[in-house]
């Protein structure tokens, strides 16, 4: 049975001529469809926001959309380890360095890839890159201070 929150964005979705399905899930509004550009991406988004859920998940197509490939890693099952680490930065590859001096077995588990994106702060290889005055601190390092 649809909801009020659904109806409703459904409804504005039809009004401009799109085609979107809304879908609730424990306080969490999914967007399914197609809309015409970015911008009316963006638009059924931020009005989907404003409706008093938890979040919006938006799944809708539009014209020119880029699909994103996540790669995947080899997959093993391994029947046992001494010790497991999660987390395979500075600190997480030292301790298993360490650890190796004493020939244990161990698995280092990697959650998430690492880049570096001037647009949001990461922690990558042991170091923080935060947006500074004019948006890039990693910009001002590069160049040799501020």
Known sequence: MMGKVEKKVEKYARKRGWDVR?????GILYLEGKVPSYREY???????????????VNNLEYEGKKRRERKEGKREIIDEADVVIIGGGVTGCAIARELAKYKLSIILVEGRGCSLRDDESQQCHGSYWHRGKDGNVKAEI????P
Do not use: P, S
């Not at 963006?42 to 919006?56: C, D, L, M, N, T």
């Not at 590069?142 to 201070?145: A, Q, T």
């Open 22 to 26: 809304a879908r609730m899930e424990d």
């Open 42 to 56: 963006v638009e059924i988004g931020r009005f989907a926001g404003k409706q008093h859920v938890e979040g919006v």
């Open 142 to 145: 590069m160049r040799g201070g």
